[in-house]
Nanobody, 129 residues
Framework: QVQLVGSGGGLVQAGGSLRLSCAASGRTFSNYTMGWFRQAPGKEREFVAA????????YFANSVKDRFTISRDNAQNTVALQMNSLKPEDTADYYC??????????????????????WGQGTQVTVSS
């Protein structure tokens, strides 16, 4: 089992920045691809970003590319999502998630929520215009 605890959400004006963090415990953190997803009211959960276990590969949704970065610290068992140039449409609950790399999820499926086995609680991000 992997336990994930997300933090760092809040209220920010458009154009501002927020940094989300997710702390993991339970298993060897570096064995897991970590992802961030978000869900706005009335909408389906959507992929935001992911990072491989070693941190060597990152993936981003087109809507956040060039504005968000994802990083991880395997010594501290944490993954972070740095969100810059925030827009009102970024408003959502943000969730961190984990999937063991032994599962062999293909690259095209990294953005699919159904592939992730462990989820943190959501952290709310509100961007005002």
């Amino acid at each position: 089992q992997v336990q994930l605890v997300g933090s760092g959400g809040g209220l920010v004006q458009a154009g501002g920045s927020l940094r989300l963090s997710c702390a993991a415990s339970g298993r060897t953190f570096s064995n897991y691809t970590m992802g961030w997803f978000r869900q706005a009211p009335g909408k389906e959960r959507e992929f935001v970003a992911a990072i491989s276990g070693s941190g060597g590969r990152t993936y981003f949704a087109n809507s956040v590319k060039d504005r968000f970065t994802i990083s991880r610290d395997n010594a501290q068992n944490t993954v972070a999502l740095q969100m810059n140039s925030l827009k009102p449409e970024d408003t959502a609950d943000y969730y961190c998630a984990a999937v063991n790399e032994l599962k062999g999820v293909p690259v095209y499926a990294i953005q699919m929520a159904i592939e992730y086995d462990y989820w943190g609680q959501g952290t709310q991000v509100t961007v005002s215009s």
